[in-house]
């Protein structure tokens, strides 16, 4: 009996905390660290009588993501209850969507490299956080109720996804994304970005779906795959012995890379869901979808593609440019004001980058402004300074903010580019030098080094080198 070939199908959730300035029904400020129980009020407690009032600002974040995704905004959308008795949820009830989410039927394309293949978005609907508990270990629970009421937008696919690989590709697009539009920061490890995946298998080929089981607390993208090759792995498994898949919810432990079973998960229905009697349903007007569309920023495969084909960048160079919105906007106000874009894209790659890297500093706050480098590529090119004065120039940048022309003059950098200075100086070496130029002159070519670096010494390492290096073969070639 030939082996049998398994393909695994996968479905993603992911929720996003929207980066809102208030919770989504009430008018407390979220504040990630704050101490607990300060950022609460009768609404997002859940006390008898307090009713919730929806944020504008919400609503046109989730559509936002909604029309990223190529989604169809619903016109009229419905607030559900799904209730739930746990200590982390004050009124016992989360205020979620349903049957009616407020977008539906997008798509997110991936690219080779991210495992290729288009995901269809099934829904995005809006829903409310719960508190997050503390478990001691020594008995003692505790309940911190400021993520009550925290705005979330839950994201889901359909069962599209075929490997571990395609996986985080797509929810590295999604992060990429939901921080381009700037309504998330997708901070996995905070939790501000949180993955949920199903995951079945089923003999290559059937198109029949197998019995999903879930996997929790995915926080990071490494855990995301291997939490997925593992309960692949396992799936397989029980299928090979003849035995069968039960409907299991398994928590991804991160200190020792493994899988644990939490609890057989509950159907939809033990929710109880209905329509929230506290809240109108939502509708968003054809005319505040557009203008949302046209606030809409370009988005990363968009603006990857430009960079490819108007600044000639190459395919690597444009994604690690475009990786986040404001390092993109930077390059490309460096390489407009240069006019050299890909000079710009190496200076940015390289030495912004790297120092950015080597400090910890964000792009945002980066002393050295995109308008002083575009000048300092324009120098280096046009011949005043020198490669390696620009990258000595460049780090007195980052150290005192100041502009790169201030910074030339101050240290005295500027190339010796006047031929007849250069003249002088290749004649008179070349005259204290007369065997190595007899040397030359006989055939040995390569000492041509050794006057570049007697020119270098003498000039303090000013001299423009294309220019020494073509008045010296000629004085030598006499
Ligand atoms: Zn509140």
Redesign the pocket.
């Known amino acids: 009996m030939g082996k049998k070939e398994y393909e695994p199908v996968i479905g993603i959730e992911v929720h996003a905390q929207l980066l809102s300035d208030?919770?989504i029904?009430?008018?407390?400020r979220p504040e990630y660290g704050a101490e607990p129980n300060t950022?609460?009020?009768?609404?997002?407690?859940g006390l008898p009588g307090a009713l919730p009032v929806l944020s504008e600002q919400v609503v046109d974040m989730a559509v936002m993501m909604g029309l990223a995704l190529g989604c169809e905004i619903a016109p009229r959308s419905i607030f559900a209850r799904k209730n739930y008795f746990y200590p982390d949820c004050p009124r016992n009830y989360q205020i979620s969507m349903y049957d009616r989410p407020l977008c539906e039927n997008g798509e997110l394309e991936l690219e080779p490299e991210e495992g290729a293949g288009k995901v269809r978005i099934e829904r995005i609907h809006l829903e409310d956080d719960a508190g997050k508990m503390t478990h001691t270990g020594e008995g003692a629970s505790h309940v911190d109720f400021n993520r009550?009421?925290v705005p979330l937008i839950e994201i889901v696919t359909r069962p599209d996804i075929r490997s571990a690989e395609q996986a985080s590709g797509y929810l590295k697009r999604l992060r990429q994304i939901l921080r381009y539009l700037r309504i998330c920061d997708g901070n996995l490890e905070e939790g501000s970005m949180r993955c949920d995946v199903n995951i079945s298998v089923r003999e290559t080929g059937s198109d029949e779906l197998g019995t999903k089981t879930e996997i929790k607390n995915l926080n990071s993208f490494k855990a995301v795959e291997k939490g997925i090759e593992f309960e692949v792995e396992r799936q397989i498994g029980v299928l090979e012995s003849g035995g069968r898949i039960s409907q299991v919810t398994n928590l991804w432990d991160a200190d020792n890379q493994r899988l644990v079973m939490m609890r057989s998960k509950e159907e939809a229905h033990d929710y109880r869901y209905f329509p929230e009697p506290d809240l109108l349903p939502l509708e968003v007007s054809t005319d505040r979808v557009k203008e949302i569309g046209r606030e809409l920023p370009e988005l990363p495969l968009e603006r990857e593609k430009r960079f490819r084909e108007s600044y000639g960048l190459s395919a690597y160079d444009a994604s690690v440019i475009c990786a986040e919105r404001s390092m993109a906007d930077y390059y490309e106000e460096v390489a407009e004001g240069s006019g050299l874009p890909k000079k710009s894209a190496n200076w940015v790659m390289r030495e912004v980058m790297g120092e950015l890297k080597k400090s910890g500093v964000e792009i945002e706050d980066f002393a050295v402004e995109s308008t002083s480098l575009a000048e300092l590529v324009k120098l280096i090119s046009g011949g005043t300074i020198s490669g390696s004065a620009g990258s000595e120039v460049f780090e007195k940048m980052v150290r005192t903010g100041k502009e790169a022309k201030v910074l030339v003059n101050e240290l005295g950098l500027e190339q010796i580019s006047e031929s007849s200075e250069l003249e002088d100086m290749a004649e008179r070496i070349i005259a204290e030098h007369p065997e190595e130029a007899a040397d030359y002159r006989a055939g040995k070519k390569k000492l041509i080094g050794f006057f570049m670096g007697q020119v270098m010494r003498e000039s303090g390492g000013k001299a423009n080198p294309g220019m020494a290096r073509e008045i010296l073969t000629k004085k030598l070639e006499d």
């Open positions: 208030t919770k029904f009430c008018a407390c950022r609460v009020c009768p609404v997002c407690l009550c009421g």
